[in-house]
Nanobody
Framework: QVQLVESGGGLVQAGGSLRLSCAAS????????MAWYRQAPGKQRERVAA??????SYVDSVRGRFTISSTNAKNMVYLQMNSLKPEDTGVYYC??????????????WGQGTQVTVSS
């Protein structure tokens, strides 16, 4: 089992920066991926950044502005968000995933942290 707790959200003006943190506890032996998702009001949750087998990936809308990183021990994951835009507003969730039956399944979730970007 893995427990995740996010922090670092808040209110920021457009063009500003925030750094989200995710503190993880439990067993990471089977963990193959770590990610940040966000859910904007009235929209589906989307994965904005991930690290899977050491390779980072980003959704197009944040590439070049957001950076995901983690500790080698996998007990912390960060999302550095620069040049924030109002459309980045939403609840940001940390998630850990493991491979099951050949598919990476995002099984563990935090409670989320609110990010609000004002124009």
């Amino acid at each position: 089992q893995v427990q995740l707790v996010e922090s670092g959200g808040g209110l920021v003006q457009a063009g500003g920066s925030l750094r989200l943190s995710c503190a993880a506890s439990g067993s990471f032996f089977t963990i193959n991926g770590m990610a940040w998702y966000r859910q904007a009001p009235g929209k589906q949750r989307e994965r904005v950044a991930a690290i899977t087998f050491g390779i980072t990936s980003y959704v197009d809308s944040v590439r070049g502005r957001f950076t995901i990183s983690s500790t080698n021990a996998k007990n912390m994951v960060y999302l550095q968000m620069n040049s924030l835009k109002p459309e980045d507003t939403g609840v940001y969730y940390c998630s850990y995933g493991r491979h099951r039956d050949g598919v990476l399944s995002w099984d563990y979730w935090g409670q989320g942290t609110q990010v609000t970007v004002s124009s």
